[in-house]
């Protein structure tokens, strides 16, 4: 699938001048920065991997940086945009710069967290430039509001990229790395330098790729292990028994319910993976049910 060509893409100069004619500056509390190095957006799209018929989310597409690489290399762009400004702009710019590829484009102004549903083709892929501030709710929500959804590639503070991909046992393992983990094969697929940003920001940025893969098997719904996962991390420097004490009602009952999974009541909760707390969760089910 042909791409759009050189000028088409936007450089820095592009974007503060289509920010200027819009009258947008970029705000902390949107979380916004926005990508002026074309190479980057090659770099994303390439890294990526898609395939000539994906359809493909994107969550905060800003001025349209990103948006106007993704269009070249998919069958189909839905764009998702909180900003009323940049909602309204995109499709103009699309049209403006790559016209013969304007089709391919939904735009939908909302607020991602908020969406129920995506019309049109059901997306394959999620690439994205996130907010810093809400990166990791926007890809569990993601990827339980779309499960045709088999592949990510979101770009995010090097810090959450380093918690997103964490393994069990690491230090800063915790409730990110088990939920993405619950959906997903989390890794890093490179760093991104500050400089690509306008404005740049005061932190460091990573691509995180994530491949989808069935949760663990277990009885237990994906709510009752995200409440053990949030309970287990609440109090990190905590044992286990001391940590689940008030999710199971007491440390004796959180006693009872780790030896019933298997699992040694005086480890913390860093050292298991999204399977064990599966089991947990299923274990504190069972207990329940014979009171």
Not at 60 to 71: A, E, M, R
Not at 250 to 256: I, R, T
């Given at each position: 699938?042909?791409?759009?060509?050189d000028?088409?893409?936007?450089?820095?100069?592009?974007i503060?001048?289509?920010?200027?004619?819009?009258?947008?500056r970029?705000?902390?509390?949107?979380?916004?920065?926005?990508?002026?190095?074309?190479?980057?957006?090659?770099?994303?799209?390439?890294t990526?991997?898609?395939?000539p018929?994906?359809?493909?989310?994107?969550?905060?597409?800003?001025?349209?940086?990103?948006?106007?690489?993704?269009?070249?290399?998919?069958?189909?762009?839905?764009a998702?945009?909180?900003?009323?400004?940049?909602?309204g702009a995109?499709?103009?710019?699309?049209?403006?710069?790559?016209?013969?590829?304007?089709?391919?484009?939904?735009?939908?102004?909302?607020?991602a967290?908020?969406?129920?549903?995506?019309?049109?083709?059901?997306?394959?892929?999620?690439?994205?430039?996130?907010?810093?501030?809400?990166a990791?709710?926007?890809?569990?929500?993601?990827?339980?509001?779309?499960?045709?959804?088999r592949?990510?590639?979101?770009m995010?503070?090097?810090?959450?990229?380093?918690?997103?991909?964490?393994?069990?046992?690491?230090?800063?393992?915790?409730?990110?790395?088990?939920?993405v983990?619950?959906?997903?094969?989390?890794?890093?697929?490179?760093?991104v330098?500050?400089?690509v940003?306008?404005?740049?920001?005061?932190?460091?940025?990573?691509?995180v790729?994530l491949?989808?893969?069935?949760?663990?098997?277990?009885?237990?719904?994906?709510?009752?292990?995200f409440?053990?996962?949030?309970?287990?991390?609440?109090?990190?420097?905590?044992s286990?028994r001391?940590?689940?004490?008030?999710?199971?009602?007491?440390?004796?009952?959180?006693?009872?319910?780790?030896?019933a999974?298997?699992?040694?009541?005086?480890v913390?909760?860093?050292?298991?993976?999204?399977?064990?707390?599966?089991?947990?969760a299923?274990a504190?089910s069972?207990?329940?049910l014979?009171?």
């Amino acid at each position: 699938m042909s791409g759009p060509p050189d000028d088409a893409l936007l450089g820095p100069a592009d974007i503060r001048r289509l920010a200027e004619s819009l009258g947008v500056r970029p705000t902390k509390r949107l979380g916004q920065n926005f990508v002026v190095d074309a190479n980057t957006v090659r770099r994303i799209v390439r890294t990526a991997e898609l395939l000539p018929d994906d359809t493909v989310l994107e969550v905060g597409p800003g001025l349209g940086s990103l948006t106007l690489g993704l269009l070249s290399a998919a069958a189909h762009v839905v764009a998702v945009e909180v900003d009323e400004v940049l909602a309204g702009a995109l499709a103009g710019t699309v049209s403006g710069r790559a016209p013969g590829l304007a089709e391919r484009l939904t735009v939908l102004h909302a607020d991602a967290l908020q969406l129920r549903e995506i019309p049109g083709p059901a997306p394959t892929a999620l690439v994205a430039n996130l907010p810093y501030n809400v990166a990791v709710p926007v890809v569990l929500h993601m990827l339980e509001l779309v499960p045709s959804l088999r592949q990510a590639l979101v770009m995010v503070q090097a810090e959450v990229a380093d918690r997103m991909t964490a393994a069990p046992g690491s230090r800063i393992y915790g409730v990110p790395s088990v939920k993405v983990a619950w959906w997903a094969h989390a890794s890093r697929a490179g760093s991104v330098p500050r400089t690509v940003f306008w404005p740049v920001p005061n932190v460091d940025s990573a691509l995180v790729r994530l491949l989808r893969r069935d949760p663990p098997a277990t009885t237990a719904s994906r709510q009752d292990v995200f409440a053990v996962v949030d309970a287990a991390f609440a109090q990190r420097r905590k044992s286990l028994r001391g940590a689940l004490a008030g999710w199971a009602g007491s440390a004796s009952a959180a006693d009872h319910v780790l030896r019933a999974a298997g699992i040694d009541p005086a480890v913390r909760g860093e050292s298991l993976d999204v399977t064990a707390f599966a089991r947990l969760a299923e274990a504190g089910s069972a207990v329940r049910l014979t009171r």
